[in-house]
């Protein structure tokens, strides 16, 4: 069972200027060795490091590699694996699709064969790369968050046959690698259709999103949603509780029954949530998580979604180790993994 953290060393690579990509790396992880410190010192096992192609790939110039980040993306990986944690590796964003400035892409990787071409050879290049690491100490997370059926393209056939071939490249290297697939809309739809490629199977945790992104800045319109308040508030249709979280998370329930591995890859609320909503809503999503046997990570460690310096109002902070950190979030997540292990 694996919980913890995202970490943002190389999440994304900005969205116009793409010069001194090293020394954005270079101080982020230094910057961040004493949170995954943290993070081993909480008990916790693992780390999803979400990575943009754009560090390593310039220009779209996909057959050319930088090897000097990729220097840098194998101290992320052994920053993460020194501390006895295990490093979930994440194409953020990938050659021809990203949930997030999708129209920075060149390519579109539903429909155009050279993105999917350069998104089996980045894989396959990680697979060689990192070939020395054991299964316990790493795992490959194929796409983060594709888009709705119909969205860029994308169906669940194409969708899977682009997953199934970047997963056969990979254990044509290593066989035994774990490889998660994240549900499509944004990771929220599960998709059995996928089990048959044994991968984990990795799911989000922002529902109710007009809860978990209220006052998030790019999110357009949510400044003028209704302040969210746990349990009772409705919106989708849904008055929403603990059973309403129980319900939504009905499919991936069903694809655990049936035998896959479900892991929820990101989880976590805005800072502008009120504080007391906040917790209220984690405690019933970490039981929910309990409940149904399911690993989680928060998006992410420190920042407005995090655990540290998350600036939510009304936070009973604490400082350890320079850490400045929710303490009450804190104990919820401690109390959360302790279920999960038992």
Not at 141 to 156: K, R
């Amino acid at each position: 069972m694996w919980y913890g953290f995202n970490v943002l060393w190389l999440f994304s690579a900005g969205w116009k200027e793409l010069d001194n990509l090293d020394k954005k790396v270079i101080g982020a992880l230094e910057d961040g060795k004493k949170d995954v410190d943290f993070i081993a010192d909480m008990g916790c096992n693992f780390v999803r490091l979400p990575v943009d192609y754009r560090f390593f790939i310039h220009d779209f110039k996909y057959n050319q590699p930088d090897e000097k980040m990729l220097l840098l993306l194998d101290e992320c990986i052994k920053q993460i694996v020194s501390r006895g944690l295990h490093c979930s590796l994440n194409v953020h964003r990938a050659p021809g699709y990203c949930i997030n400035g999708n129209e920075l892409e060149r390519d579109n990787l539903w429909t155009d064969q050279i993105a999917q071409d350069a998104f089996t050879s980045l894989w396959t290049l990680f697979a060689k790369r990192y070939a020395g690491y054991s299964k316990e100490q790493l795992s490959f997370d194929l796409l983060n968050e594709p888009p709705a059926p119909g969205e860029y393209g994308l169906t669940h056939e194409n969708h899977k046959l682009i997953m199934a071939r970047v997963a056969a490249a990979i254990r044509n290297v290593t066989l035994d690698r774990p490889i998660i697939c994240d549900g499509l809309c944004g990771g929220h739809i599960a998709c059995p259709e996928l089990a048959d490629l044994n991968v984990i199977m990795s799911g989000r945790g922002y529902t109710p999103f007009r809860l978990s992104h209220w006052k998030a800045e790019w999110v357009k319109g949510s400044d003028q949603w209704e302040e969210p308040v746990w349990p009772g508030m409705e919106c989708d249709g849904v008055k929403w509780n603990r059973q309403a979280l129980l319900d939504f998370y009905k499919p991936w329930k069903d694809l655990a029954e049936k035998g896959s591995t479900v892991h929820m890859g990101e989880c976590g609320c805005y800072k502008g949530v009120p504080n007391k909503t906040a917790l209220a809503w984690y405690k019933d999503l970490f039981s929910v998580y309990n409940e149904l046997g399911f690993g989680f990570a928060l998006w992410n460690f420190r920042g407005p979604f995090g655990i540290a310096e998350h600036e939510r109002e009304g936070t009973n902070w604490e400082v350890r180790n320079g850490i400045k950190f929710d303490k009450d979030l804190y104990e919820l997540f401690v109390q959360a993994m302790k279920n999960l292990s038992k």
